[in-house]
């Protein structure tokens, strides 16, 4: 096996060569793919490096990163404006038949990029973090709650007994509430224009909220909004996008913005109507109820919520898979061997959080 370090000359060509790849790469996530890699590709790598394993002229893996300031960053920029979409499920890009030797021997020559003295993940899985073989300087897990739809096809299909009684009750009481108004429906951007005008809608939603609270939200940059506009084009294009409006008699309850590849929903962004909501109105639960019944019915397998412990992430999910973010040393530097040192005295590495 033989691990290529080069520098990206063309977004274009490596967009080809990654979108040829994904088709040879079981289980991959949403935030691996090039909709989402490479979007706004040459705003965001300022100095982008990738990696790819071959072996007997096969591609076997690819991981693109980011050099900057002596830390090289998988599928991120390093600079916390650009960062803020947040990725999850953060990993190279392995080949159906790799196995873990290929995924160490790609992250094992991360550490030999010229200027290297940090890797940096975010986002990923605790197998892909092990596989740097480095040193964690700091670091922080999240779990991201899920519900399991072919579990629950298993069971018979209806998920509202698997939930608590207290969920069950809280989601019956808004249902009924907002049926007061009219019936409640779900509705799919179908078009560019009609995805961008409800993206705007959301935004709007979303900021409204996320100020009462003191907060900016995730779209209040210049930046964040040219980056999910484009996002959601393409996404669009690609049947990725689930971007959900929910209403009740006419008048707009809320809105989703989730992602969606090989039958796992990504739960990434809400806008919700929380002004307009009545006593036991709930729309973030009534919202995220209905669209966990329309993946059900389209045979999706997975209901990802993503990284959090929120209330109603909690209620719904049935099991959580960890994630981590974490900033790595070499494991044989100084710097690894006095973090190890500094462990074994009793001491933790630090939270990013």
Not at 60 to 75: D, E, K, S, V
Not at 161 to 182: D, I
Request: aromatic fraction near 8%; charged fraction near 25%; glycine fraction near 10%.
């Amino acid at each position: 096996m033989r691990i290529d370090i080069a520098p990206v000359r063309c977004f274009a060509e490596l967009g080809r060569t990654w979108r040829a790849f994904e088709a040879e790469t079981p289980g991959l996530s949403f935030f691996q793919s090039w909709t989402w890699v490479g979007c706004l590709a040459e705003e965001r790598y300022d100095d982008p490096v990738l990696l790819r394993a071959e072996a007997d002229g096969r591609l076997l893996g690819m991981a693109l990163f980011n050099r900057r300031g002596g830390r090289l960053c998988l599928a991120e920029a390093g600079e916390p404006g650009l960062d803020a979409p947040f990725v999850e499920h953060n990993a190279p890009l392995l080949a159906a038949g790799a196995g873990p030797e290929v995924l160490a021997a790609l992250l094992g020559a991360a550490w030999r990029v010229p200027g290297v003295r940090r890797l940096v993940l975010s986002g990923a899985p605790p197998a892909v973090v092990d596989a740097t073989k480095g040193v964690p300087l700091r670091r922080q897990e999240r779990q991201a709650p899920f519900v399991d739809l072919d579990a629950v096809r298993a069971a018979g299909g209806d998920w509202l007994p698997m939930l608590s009684a207290n969920t069950r009750y809280q989601l019956r009481r808004s249902a009924r509430r907002y049926a007061e108004r009219g019936p409640l429906a779900l509705a799919r951007a179908k078009t560019s224009v009609e995805a961008l005008a409800w993206l705007d809608a959301l935004v709007a939603l979303h900021g409204k909220t996320w100020r009462a609270r003191g907060l900016p939200g995730a779209f209040a940059t210049p930046y964040l909004l040219r980056f999910h506009q484009a996002l959601v084009l393409r996404a669009l294009a690609r049947d990725e996008l689930d971007l959900l409006r929910i209403t009740a008699g006419g008048e707009v309850v809320g809105y989703l913005y989730n992602f969606r590849m090989h039958g796992r929903v990504y739960a990434y962004q809400s806008g919700l109507d929380h002004a307009s909501a009545g006593p036991h109105e709930k729309p973030g639960l009534t919202c995220h109820a209905m669209a966990i019944e329309r993946a059900l019915r389209e045979g999706e397998r997975i209901y990802d919520f993503l990284g959090g412990a929120d209330r109603y992430k909690v209620s719904f999910a049935s099991a959580c898979a960890p994630l981590l973010w974490v900033e790595m040393v070499p494991p044989r530097s100084l710097l690894g061997g006095a973090v190890r040192l500094w462990r074994l005295a009793g001491r933790p590495c630090a939270s990013l959080g």
